[in-house]
């Protein structure tokens, strides 16, 4: 769809759009979804339909997609396009400098780049100074990037410009009101996070104010305050000036100790968040251009505050599952599900209850097959017969079938009773056949009869007998590829293959991970007599962004060893986890000084990839191949996170833990 978009087809990319965004709901993908989104909202824009647009985009924000920047900044910059065509120019310029924040925040050095170049663009005569900045940043990202037509796009724009100029640019000065709200507004919608929040205050006050340098402290675990975004400071300057303003502030000196270094000190408080100090450099750079005050921009930054704070307290609090159709407690214990994918499965599972019908239930192992299984009997008109589950790979190839259809006395040396078999043995009930894919090919004539005819015979016996069995059988391996490898019957395949579902993997719906670790932690709680064992945010963080190549099973064998080995009271933290998780939650290079972040601007160089310390154990040799596969995508990439993450089979998320972890950086 983007590259139908790229060449101007835009009908072909709208529908490709639309087809992407419904295979995507219907495989639970939120990420694609929104990304196909993006698409489908561009090329409305484009046919000329701002209301299509807006519809489209509106739909993305109801996936709450928080955590993915590049989703909300091109949001924001889709915006201002729709802006754009309205011929709104001061609401296209509020959504290009959002956009162009949530991309720094991001590290997006192109996306970033093309939100300047679009703001240098759109900025009105009053702004030409601002304007010059924008493109002529732009420019350099896009020649050091090597996208030639988008730097020559910059350089002709910065001509233009210069060229209706008649002496020296003032700085823009906004003298309304509106724009003061607009500004309000931006920061009143930067609440992704707290960091995304300071960035766009920072942003605000390099743009709409005199302000040169700017810091942003907040106290660390010992009370200290310490830099957390920077602009205008090294590190350095930056925490010898916290430094001595503490120092100041014991003495009583604070207001002296401010006058002397022309400095501006507004402290950022909240009711129930952390609190933070904003430091302006000039004093005088603490107004907005228009002589108002910042007053009225900071109390809508301490409210954004409380809103990220309460946010994720809510996240890290356990949430009770309703008790409705689609919770585990109306299937049975342990089905959770809160993903598209899971819910899908629910609704189809709830549509089939009333029917006999055979089912096949796909997914790879550990996913929850058998769970799935057990619920279509607990829902069906059988609920109050058997469920007997037999596992086509438990018993030798040659018994198989006198396991599954039974056998006389003396029919063969051994049988020295009679036995009914697994499906006489579910008469009235339900049969779950598991990896029905490794049954045995001879057995498999006989077994293809009984779905047919509703009868059996056992070995010995010379009548066939009736049976009233439904059959539910599972897999975790392409049996289309069996049938035409000529290892299982192409006529099996399609009477089992009536009603078909697929148990999405665990990497597919991450969401559920934190409800199914709670519930996990009360099972074994409750089982191994423990209690009050809680797990910290970051331990949580970490299992979300695991492969679990074993899914629910693996996830669950995890809690269970943590919660044997766990004391009452303990708090779980990432040190508690098995070996092979517990080297993802280390980190592989120091960090920067305390949590300083210093705000990128692209008329400087970028600091160099930092080095791992050579390690002789396959655990170094493991880390260092890994953060050399996330350099070379990075690179090959142009730093854009979606693909990178898409390549290597991480989420953005994952990614972005993984570029912290070992300290990685955009070389120049």
Request: hydrophobic share 40%.
């Amino acid at each position: 769809a983007r590259c139908y978009l790229a060449q101007g087809n835009v009908d072909k990319a709208v529908a490709k759009a639309r087809e992407t965004i419904e295979l995507c709901e219907r495989i639970g993908d939120k990420h694609y979804a929104n990304m196909a989104g993006l698409v489908l909202a561009e090329s409305c824009l484009q046919n000329g339909s701002v209301s299509e647009c807006e519809n489209a985009l509106a739909v993305i924000e109801d996936s709450d997609p928080t955590s993915d920047f590049f989703v909300l900044g091109n949001i924001q910059r889709i915006r201002g396009l729709a802006a754009l065509e309205d011929g709104d120019s001061e609401l296209v310029v509020h959504h290009l400098n959002r956009s162009l924040t949530i991309f720094e925040a991001a590290e997006d050095i192109y996306h970033a780049a093309f939100a300047s170049l679009l703001i240098g663009e759109n900025l009105g005569e009053e702004s030409r100074a601002r304007a010059i900045r924008q493109l002529t940043r732009a420019g350099e990202v896009f020649c050091t990037l090597g996208v030639t037509d988008l730097a020559d796009r910059a350089d002709i724009r910065l001509a233009e410009i210069r060229a209706a100029s008649s002496g020296e640019f003032k700085r823009p000065v906004i003298a309304n009101s509106a724009a003061s709200q607009l500004l309000m507004v931006r920061l009143a919608e930067a609440t992704a996070s707290r960091e995304l929040l300071f960035r766009e205050l920072v942003a605000v006050l390099r743009q709409e104010s005199q302000a040169k340098k700017i810091i942003i402290a907040e106290p660390n675990d010992e009370k200290k305050l310490v830099p957390f975004i920077t602009h205008g400071y090294t590190l350095d300057e930056s925490a010898d000036l916290i430094k001595r303003l503490e120092n100041a502030a014991l003495k009583g000196g604070e207001k002296l100790f401010a006058r002397t270094r022309n400095i501006a000190i507004v402290p950022l408080k909240a009711s129930n968040a952390k609190t933070a100090v904003l430091i302006i450099h000039p004093q005088d750079g603490a107004l907005l251009n228009d002589g108002g005050s910042l007053q009225p921009s900071i109390r809508v930054v301490e409210l954004g505050m409380d809103v990220i704070s309460l946010r994720e307290k809510d996240k890290t609090t356990p949430i009770e599952q309703d008790a409705s159709h689609y919770t585990s407690n109306s299937l049975m214990p342990g089905f959770i599900h809160s993903s598209p994918a899971m819910t899908s499965l629910v609704e189809e599972v709830y549509k089939i209850r009333s029917s006999d019908v055979t089912v096949l239930v796909t997914g790879e192992s550990g996913t929850g097959k058998e769970l799935v299984s057990r619920a279509i009997h607990t829902l069906s008109n059988r609920k109050d017969k058997i469920f007997v589950p037999f596992n086509c790979t438990a018993v030798p190839m040659e018994l198989a079938e006198g396991h599954l259809f039974g056998y006389r006395k003396g029919s063969f040396t051994g049988a020295v009773t009679d036995s009914p078999g697994m499906i006489r043995a579910a008469d009235g009930g339900t049969l779950f056949l598991d990896e029905i894919g490794d049954l045995p090919l001879d057995v498999q004539p006989k077994l293809l009869r009984f779905l047919q005819e509703g009868e059996v015979q056992p070995i010995g016996e010379k009548r066939p007998i009736k049976v009233d069995v439904r059959v539910i059988a599972a897999t975790n391996m392409p049996l289309e590829q069996k049938v035409a490898e000529g290892t299982f019957r192409e006529d099996l395949y399609y009477r089992l293959n009536v009603i078909r579902l697929r148990v999405p993997p665990l990497r597919e719906r991450r969401s559920e991970i934190p409800p199914i670790i709670n519930y996990y932690i009360n099972h074994y709680s409750s089982r191994f007599g423990k209690h009050d064992i809680t797990f910290t945010p970051q331990t949580i963080d970490l299992l979300m962004v695991c492969n679990w190549e074993g899914n629910v099973r693996q996830l669950c064998n995890e809690v269970q060893r943590i919660i044997a080995r766990a004391v009452d009271n303990e708090v779980v933290t990432p040190d508690n986890l098995s070996p092979e998780l517990r080297r993802a939650a280390k980190p592989m290079t120091p960090q920067m000084q305390g949590n300083t972040k210093t705000i990128t601007t692209y008329d400087t160089p970028f600091s160099p990839f930092k080095n791992i310390p050579d390690g002789g154990t396959l655990e170094h040799a493991v880390t260092e191949l890994e953060m050399q596969m996330i350099k070379a995508a990075l690179g090959r990439h142009n730093w854009n996170i979606s693909r990178v993450a898409n390549e290597l089979g991480l989420t953005r998320r994952g990614l972005y833990l993984k570029i912290a972890r070992y300290g990685i950086e955009r070389a120049a």
